[in-house]
T-cell receptor, first 113, second 113 residues
Framework: ETGVTQSPTHLIKTRGQQVTLRCSSQ?????VSWYQQALGQGPQFIFQ???????GRGNFPPRFSGLQFPNYSSELNVNALELDDSALYLC????????????FGEGSRLTVL | AQSVTQLDSQVPVFEEAPVELRCNYS??????LFWYVQYPNQGLQLLLK??????LVESINGFEAEFNKSQTSFHLRKPSVHISDTAEYFC???????????FGGGTRLMVKP
């Protein structure tokens, strides 16, 4: 059984640029959630996708957007990067949209200079 | 809206000593509570969960947590810690829609020999 994988693991961008982060969900899981974890803080919910549709969004601006593909993999896109976007971005998959039992990847660490 | 407070940002403890990591939550209706653990350079892993039934829940590696509705707490305990328990521990509560976890700020458990 393949776990949740994320890419890239680390990346550096400058202010104003755009970034795309990718996530492959665990085999058999149809739901993907994205969280932002700033240094020294707990993860914060960005949004969730269930069967290719957005199923809930946290308090993040529209420049944070996402996609889920038919194979349930997912992308997180962030436009017009700001310094405060520097964080660890965690992808988590689950089976069904109503569950707190999430399976997390190791994250993509984004640094914005 | 839900919120989670982890009262201790760091807990140093000697090996084989008992430990308690404190978590208080606020939630309007149903309460589903979770503890996740994050080992260095890894993603989060579910440690244990409370959904309903017995207020005392246990993990496979000796941790337990007790749901206390009157005190709105879900403290995590272990009677004897090991060096390998060194990690960051996050308490989380699920929202009513079941599509989002609200995490606390985390408690760094540092087990010393």
């Amino acid at each position: 059984e393949t776990g949740v994988t994320q890419s890239p693991t680390h990346l550096i961008k400058t202010r104003g640029q755009q970034v795309t982060l990718r996530c492959s969900s665990q085999s058999g899981h149809n739901t993907v959630s994205w969280y932002q974890q700033a240094l020294g803080q707990g993860p914060q919910f960005i949004f969730q996708y269930y069967r290719e549709e957005e199923n809930g969004r946290g308090n993040f601006p529209p420049r944070f957007s996402g996609l889920q593909f038919p194979n349930y993999s997912s992308e997180l896109n962030v436009n017009a990067l700001e310094l405060d976007d520097s964080a660890l971005y965690l992808c988590a998959s689950s089976l069904g949209k109503h569950t707190g039992e999430l399976f997390f990847g190791e994250g993509s660490r984004l640094t914005v200079l | 809206a839900q919120s989670v407070t982890q009262l201790d940002s760091q807990v140093p403890v000697f090996e084989e000593a008992p430990v308690e990591l404190r978590c208080n939550y606020s939630s309007s209706v149903s309460v589903y509570l979770f503890w996740y653990v994050q080992y260095p350079n890894q993603g989060l892993q579910l440690l244990l969960k409370y959904l309903s039934g017995s207020t005392l829940v246990e993990s496979i590696n000796g941790f337990e947590a007790e749901f206390n509705k009157s005190q709105t707490s879900f403290h995590l305990r272990k009677p004897s810690v090991h060096i390998s328990d060194t990690a960051e521990y996050f308490c989380a509560v699920e929202n009513n829609a079941g599509n989002m976890l609200t995490f606390g700020g985390g408690t760094r458990l540092m087990v010393k020999p």
